[in-house]
């Protein structure tokens, strides 16, 4: 159909720009100062398109500059439309069959969860890119109706010590949802229930259902919330209604724990086997993302649970979007620091420059 040879044309200009730019891309975003504080001295000096340069504290009292690359940089005043504007072609790509998935990292409290869902009071302005990307997907769809037929489920899991929980789960939910379980491809987690949606309410339903969920396991171990990885898949199978043609994406937006290092000293017990899971899975994520940047022919997903369970949309075709965050305090220039290097290593922009300018 006409329509299949617009698709296609599509396909070849996104596999031309991910030849260019890569499939992975590094974002970063600073968070601004909480509760009005607007006058308090920020560690990051100055940004720039895709640049941001640091004040770091040094030994001999002299402060240092630290600049960092990235393929994008958000200030404090980058409001949640203008992120999402950013990501659009990414989340419109899962609609055309393409698997992606969309990382949110820093220490707690730099605003990966407001980045991803929005604060705790919803607003319109302040809705999160989880409900932006299912809003567009379905607004698409709509204007697609005419040559494709989509179906969107989603499911939502959490990641906790290495173990697997689905967050969508209550008595009687499945009978109302017609939740079938997932065989799907994406992510694989046995009887994790996989839920067909048709609109932004039922979205933001299920969201409540897998916030709530997750908040009841945290009353027992304080703010089990930042130290567990969350994930929303949201899965889309297209139909050609002309051809009948199959077209499968997925979408993993995946809010992870905080990346804070702990003191051995100050942690024991509960709290010190967290901290390296957390710790093992974060790297693990890492060594996943730079050996894809960096081409490499073995790429080890085995090391942890999430790369087990991402490895389909991770490499090949799929796209990645690791989106750091910052906190301006100076208390936090040591994770900010952490977290700025983190991004460095799984970062394509300096290869991506150097391929350019050949
Ligand atoms: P994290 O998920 O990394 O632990 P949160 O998203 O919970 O951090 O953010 C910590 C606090 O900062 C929350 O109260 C949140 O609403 C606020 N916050 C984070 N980012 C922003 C932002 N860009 N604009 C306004 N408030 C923000």
Redesign the pocket.
Known sequence: SGYQKVLEENRKLYNQVQDLKGNIRVYC?V??F?GGKLNRLSTVDHIEEGKITIITPSKYGKEGRKSFNFNKVFG?S?S?EEVFADMQPLVRSVLDGYNVCIF?Y???????????S???ELTEE?LGVNYRALSDLFYLSELRKDTFCYDVSVQMIEIYNEQVRDLLVMDGLNKRLGIHNSSQKGINVPDANIVPVSSTSDVINLMNLGQTNRAVSSTAMNDRS?RSHSCLTVHVQGRDLTSGTILRGCMHLV?LA?SERVNKSEVTGDRLKEAQHINRSLSALGDVVSSLAQKNAHVPYRNSKLTQLLQDSLGGQAKTLMFV?ISPEHEAIGETISTLKFAERVSTVELGAARVNK
Not at 106 to 116: A, E, L, R, V
């Open positions: 975003r968070r601004p909480l404090p980058a949640q949110a820093g220490q707690t409290g730099s605003g990966k969860t407001y980045t991803m929005g604060p705790e302040s930042s809010d905080g965050h």
